[in-house]
T-cell receptor
């Protein structure tokens, strides 16, 4: 079993839709959870960073962590064509390297 | 301010050759990490350097090596290239030792091994 599982999609939605992106992880010791956005032919860009369980909101983006079910989510409200990218979840425990999911490719059509 | 820069942007090599990839961190950042991203996969950790010392190594063969220079720039070297080494190689820098410190990624070097 991979440490971080993420459905690669692709996911296609119309402009204005609410997007839900999800990952599961296997190691209960993971404490830090991140979402990165990667545009084509670019490096990943950090979107959201959360520690332990709970919600974090930043503009149109909300990150959720449920440690009891080992489930990580990213919600995008009022999606825009500029949100079209690959979204990578990542996690780690203290002192260890980042472990990434495969990434989900999102396409938002106008 | 300039972000993380990597050179070259693209590279084509043949099997058995050697390659050197270069990374310049954001000014003031003392830590550099290297990742390999194969098409359709997430980045996979290769090395981490902080203050010129190796702080972590991923599950990669000894053909992969790296170093960090006094100006905090870094090189990733890969010997005896295999077809499976074809990937996007990403460099990330942070102020202090990751992963607690936010890592900022460069655009990557796209390596194709024929």
């Amino acid at each position: 079993q991979k440490e971080v599982e993420q459905d690669p999609g692709p996911l296609s939605v119309p402009e204005g839709a609410i997007v839900s992106l999800n990952c599961t992880y296997s190691n209960s010791a993971f404490q830090y959870f991140m979402w990165y956005r990667q545009y084509s032919r670019k490096g990943p860009e950090l979107l959201m960073y959360t520690y332990s369980s709970g919600n974090k909101e930043d503009g149109r983006f909300t990150a959720q962590v449920d440690k009891s079910s080992k489930y990580i989510s990213l919600f995008i409200r009022d999606s825009q064509p500029s949100d079209s990218a690959t979204y990578l979840c990542a996690t780690h425990q203290a002192g260890t390297a980042l472990i990434f999911g495969k990434g989900t490719t999102l396409s938002v059509s106008s | 301010d300039a972000g993380v820069t990597q050179s070259p942007t693209h590279l084509i090599k043949t099997r058995g050759q050697h390659v050197t990839l270069r990374c310049s961190p954001i000014s003031g950042h003392k830590s550099v990490s290297w990742y390999q991203q194969v098409l359709g996969q997430g980045p996979q950790f290769i090395f981490q350097y902080y203050e010129k010392e190796e702080r972590g190594r991923g599950n990669f063969p000894d053909r992969f090596s790296a170093r960090q220079f006094p100006n905090y720039s870094s090189e990733l070297n890969v010997n005896a290239l295999l077809l499976g080494d074809s990937a996007l190689y990403l460099c990330a820098s942070s102020l202090g030792p990751p992963p607690q410190e936010t890592q900022y990624f460069g655009p990557g070097t796209r390596l194709l091994v024929l």
